[in-house]
């Protein structure tokens, strides 16, 4: 992670890491649920609360606290991750390039081969030449393989006897 630590994607990775570290912390399968377009690992309701937990994913997350049963093992867990991204970082670990926006990471063997010498359009896609046929792209055919060609005629064979 701390290599990718300058990815867009980068708060995304950090909340599933979180439901990971749930895993890994307690080598239990996290109860996850989502509220406030995010995802919440292992919740349980406040103490002075006897409703039950609702979440809904487009609205705000509800008052709660993390399951008392994980709760330590999990900020223990939690605590040395961002020790060691800490001690990384420090050390100087450098980031990777990040190829957000760029056709989706596309193999650049591919990316030869669809692109012309333009590059990128407007939106930071890569453009596809319109003579160019993608690898493997079947051949077009005025008429379906196997068909008869159009001057053909078919005469049955002859009856004898």
Known sequence: MAKHR???N???WKMLKEGYDHFDATHQEPKVAVCD?????DAA???DSSRPLSFNAKAACPAYQLDKNVADAVNDHQ???QRKMAEYIASG???VASRAGVDGGMNPVFIAKLSTPGGLDNNGR???ASTTTAPGALPRVSEAPGALPRT???TPPSRER
């Open 6 to 8: 300058n990815n867009p």
């Open 10 to 12: 980068f708060a995304f």
């Open 37 to 41: 377009k995010r995802y919440v690992f």
């Open 45 to 47: 309701g406040p103490d």
């Open 79 to 81: 605590r040395q991750e």
């Open 93 to 95: 670990v450098s980031t």
């Open 126 to 128: 890569y453009q596809v």
């Open 152 to 154: 053909t005629t078919v």
